[in-house]
């Protein structure tokens, strides 16, 4: 289910024994008043517009956070991103100005064994998507419109691993994708995507 969220599109994934949210965009407040329970958070990759709210909605619901290993000095603050072109230059200055805490009780997001975590750097180091129910939860690895994009070369730590990581995610099973920005949409405009892809 999408919640309302700034930042980011924001996720609650409910099965019958658990419920995780997918990212937090950076506005705590708008996604607790949508949540019942929450048994963890699901980082999508650490930039800071899909975990800024977490320290907050962590603490709200007592929950971990989960990230793949290779994000997890960045989004503890251990690390900084570097982005490129004025456009890199301005999410940089937002950062700054943002202020946030790093979340606490972090752990390794292979811990989750009731979803399949599927790594797919580029856009950063632990860049990961979410499969479950022929769902995809793919974070930044592409953004949801009228037509399917890429995402910026701008915002990626390796622009050609990231380009890989777009090629290798349609060997797995999925009907409906679910972007970190932009509109959920299906299958078919990933393929049509790949079409443009050298």
């Known amino acids: 289910m999408k919640l309302r969220s700034r930042g980011c599109n924001v996720y609650l994934l409910e099965s019958e024994k658990h419920a995780y949210l997918i990212d937090t965009g950076t506005d705590a407040e708008v996604v607790v008043k949508q949540i019942g329970e929450l048994d963890g958070i699901v980082i999508t990759h650490a930039h800071f517009d899909h975990f800024a709210a977490a320290y907050k909605i962590q603490r709200h619901f007592g929950c971990p956070v989960y990230i793949h290993p290779e994000d997890e000095p960045f989004i503890l603050g251990e690390k900084e991103f570097i982005y490129s072109g004025f456009l890199g230059f301005i999410a940089k200055t937002f950062e700054k100005l943002f ?3 790093p979340p606490e009780n972090v752990k ?3 811990e989750l064994k009731d979803l399949e975590i ?3 750097p580029g856009h950063t180091p632990g860049s990961i998507c ?4 022929e769902k995809l939860f793919c974070g930044d690895l592409l953004r949801g419109n009228d037509k399917l994009k890429l995402s910026l ?4 730590y390796n622009y050609e691993e990231y380009l890989r990581s777009v090629k290798m995610i349609i060997n797995y099973n999925f009907k409906i994708i679910l972007p970190g920005h932009g509109k959920i949409t299906k299958r078919a405009k990933l393929e049509e995507l790949l079409e443009k892809i050298p």
């Open 153 to 156: 070369k701008n915002f990626c």
């Open 130 to 133: 979410i499969l479950k129910d």
């Open 118 to 120: 599927v790594h797919s």
């Open 108 to 110: 390794n997001v292979f």
């Open 99 to 101: 202020k946030f805490r």
